[in-house]
């Protein structure tokens, strides 16, 4: 008797279906702007994090997945990376599960959007680059993105880009380098969650150009760790927080309060919300010396450029956002 063995195109098509219901099940419809509405996802029971270039008008409408409808207002946006977060009234939205694990190129996902009454789109594709940081032409600056050949149709600005386990990986929108991109989960919650706190998300400077380097042995014996890279300074800008505290190029910048800084990510994560304005202790070796200074970090001024920018008045020409 023959043994029969399952079909595997079967089994991936199953897998993605079941991947795209789980992911389907927190995105919802945001409905703000006289065309074809967005999507958005649920960041908690009251709230939904979506692309704030969406948001054309204060009269907001969520549908959520079960059809039932919400109003809404916008609470906070981030222009630097086009997400606003928007309070439900009523409550009670699905919240999206986020992936554990970073995501890779080449990995396979989903993009997921709910533009229509008609239910859950999807498209299928792998993630093509992992990049960062990138200046976008609204003046931001986006600490770290995600590029994929999943095809974002209209109104998928705001849905999620899910992993095979139906997990978000980041959250897509067409509305910052005039090609569509996603946010990286983890960045996307952390505006979200300064915008649920502040309104928006401040971010630091400290006036350095900097490069991942590793640290050698005598190195690491003078940190009295075990660390494998740290930020080499490779520049200082003239009168910056940076130089007015005495760091120099040569230095190579180990730690900031206290969190070791192995790459930009790193350094990146500690730059945001109420650590601007305040004095600081950055750890740094010079030569195989440790050295920890005090400095007061800047707010970057392309993060208040880019939130002159309303994204109300259209995008720049040749522009197409969905």
Same mark, same amino acid.
């Given at each position: 008797?023959?043994?029969?063995?399952?079909?595997?195109?079967?089994?991936?098509? !199953?897998?993605?279906?079941?991947?795209?219901?789980?992911?389907?099940?927190?995105?919802?419809?945001?409905?703000?702007?006289?065309?074809?509405?967005?999507?958005?996802?649920?960041?908690?029971?009251?709230?939904?994090?979506?692309?704030?270039?969406?948001?054309?008008?204060? *009269?907001? /409408? @969520?549908?959520?997945?079960?059809?039932?409808?919400?109003?809404?207002?916008?609470?906070?946006?981030?222009?630097?990376?086009?997400?606003?977060?928007?309070?439900?009234?009523?409550?009670?939205?699905?919240?999206?599960?986020? &992936?554990?694990?970073?995501?890779?190129?080449?990995?396979?996902?989903? &993009?997921?959007? /709910?533009?229509?009454?008609?239910?859950?789109?999807?498209?299928?594709? @792998?993630?093509?680059?992992?990049?960062?940081?990138?200046?976008?032409?609204?003046?931001?600056?986006?600490?770290?993105?995600?590029?994929?050949?999943?095809?974002?149709?209209?109104?998928? $600005?705001?849905?999620?880009?899910?992993?095979?386990?139906?997990? &978000?990986?980041?959250?897509?929108?067409?509305?910052?380098?005039?090609?569509?991109?996603?946010?990286?989960?983890?960045?996307?919650?952390?505006?979200?969650?300064?915008?649920?706190? *502040?309104?928006?998300?401040?971010?630091?400077?400290?006036?350095?150009?900097?490069?991942?380097?590793?640290?050698?042995?005598?190195?690491? =014996?003078?940190?009295?760790?075990?660390?494998?890279?740290?930020?080499?300074?490779?520049?200082? *800008?003239?009168?910056?927080?940076?130089?007015?505290?005495?760091? #120099?190029?040569?230095?190579?910048?180990?730690?900031?309060?206290?969190?070791?800084?192995?790459?930009?990510?790193?350094?990146?994560?500690?730059?945001?919300?109420?650590?601007?304005?305040?004095?600081? =202790?950055?750890?740094?070796?010079?030569?195989?010396? #440790?050295?920890?200074? $005090?400095?007061?970090?800047? =707010?970057?001024? *392309?993060?208040? !450029?880019?939130?002159?920018?309303?994204?109300?008045?259209?995008?720049?020409?040749?522009?197409?956002?969905?």
């Amino acid at each position: 008797m023959e043994r029969e063995f399952p079909n595997p195109l079967v089994a991936l098509s !199953e897998a993605l279906a079941e991947a795209a219901a789980r992911g389907a099940a927190a995105t919802v419809t945001v409905d703000a702007r006289d065309r074809q509405p967005a999507s958005g996802v649920g960041y908690a029971a009251d709230q939904v994090l979506t692309a704030d270039h969406v948001i054309e008008r204060e *009269e907001i /409408r @969520v549908v959520l997945p079960d059809g039932q409808e919400r109003k809404a207002v916008r609470i906070g946006r981030d222009p630097a990376t086009d997400l606003a977060l928007l309070r439900v009234s009523e409550g009670s939205v699905p919240v999206l599960e986020i &992936a554990k694990r970073e995501p890779q190129v080449g990995q396979i996902v989903l &993009a997921i959007g /709910r533009p229509t009454p008609e239910g859950i789109q999807a498209s299928l594709g @792998v993630i093509t680059m992992v990049g960062g940081p990138l200046r976008t032409p609204w003046g931001g600056w986006l600490e770290r993105y995600l590029r994929t050949d999943a095809t974002m149709y209209p109104g998928f $600005s705001g849905g999620p880009l899910i992993d095979g386990e139906g997990q &978000a990986v980041g959250i897509n929108t067409s509305g910052l380098a005039g090609i569509p991109l996603s946010i990286p989960i983890r960045l996307a919650w952390q505006v979200a969650e300064a915008l649920a706190r *502040e309104g928006q998300v401040r971010r630091g400077y400290l006036g350095v150009r900097t490069q991942p380097v590793p640290l050698a042995s005598a190195q690491q =014996e003078a940190l009295g760790r075990a660390q494998s890279y740290g930020l080499l300074i490779t520049g200082v *800008e003239e009168g910056g927080p940076a130089a007015r505290a005495g760091l #120099r190029s040569g230095d190579i910048l180990t730690a900031f309060q206290g969190h070791a800084v192995q790459d930009v990510e790193d350094l990146q994560a500690q730059l945001f919300g109420d650590v601007v304005g305040r004095p600081v =202790e950055v750890e740094v070796l010079r030569g195989e010396e #440790r050295r920890t200074l $005090s400095l007061i970090v800047g =707010e970057r001024r *392309e993060a208040r !450029e880019a939130e002159r920018w309303p994204f109300r008045g259209g995008p720049r020409r040749g522009f197409r956002r969905r």
